[in-house]
C-alpha cells in the first residue's frame, strides 16, 4: 500500500492550499480517509477524516471551518483544501487509510510519508 501526498509548500498567512493524496495498492473506497498533522515538537494530531462513501466528514476544533476534505474515489485521491491559513498550521500533513482512531496520535492501517506545509506570518 502507498499514499502519496502532495502540495505542500510556504504560503503567507491567510493563503490557501491544496494537499492531496494518491493510494495504490488497496481498494480506496473501502477506506475511511483521512490526514494529520505533526508541528515540530508536538505530537502528531487528528485534522479531518471523511467515510469511505464520501457523505460524512469530521474535523478538528482548530481547522473546523478553515479546511475541507473530499475524495474521488474513481481517481484513488484525498484531498485537504486549507483556507485562511495560520502560522500554527505549520506541520507535516500525514495521509492516512483505514483510520482507527482520531484520539491522541492517532491510529490507522496505512500512512503516508507526509508533506511539508509552513504558514509564514
Known amino acids: 500500500v502507498q499514499l502519496q501526498a502532495s502540495g505542500g509548500g510556504l504560503v503567507q498567512a491567510g493563503g490557501s492550499l491544496r494537499l492531496s493524496c494518491a493510494a495504490s495498492?488497496?481498494?480506496?473506497?473501502?477506506?475511511?480517509m483521512g490526514w494529520f498533522r505533526q508541528a515540530p515538537g508536538k505530537e502528531r494530531e487528528f485534522v479531518a477524516r471523511?467515510?469511505?462513501?464520501?457523505?460524512?466528514?469530521y474535523y478538528a476544533a482548530s481547522v473546523k471551518g478553515r479546511f475541507t476534505i473530499t475524495r474521488d474515489n474513481a481517481k484513488n485521491t484525498v484531498y485537504l483544501q486549507m483556507n485562511s491559513l495560520k502560522p500554527e498550521d505549520t506541520a507535516v500533513y500525514y495521509c492516512a487509510a483505514g483510520i482507527r482512531s482520531t484520539s491522541g496520535r492517532g491510529m490507522s492501517d496505512y500512512w503516508g510519508r507526509g508533506t511539508q506545509v509552513t504558514v509564514s506570518s
Open positions: 471523511i467515510t469511505w462513501s464520501g457523505i460524512s466528514t
Open positions: 495498492g488497496l481498494t480506496f473506497s473501502n477506506y475511511a
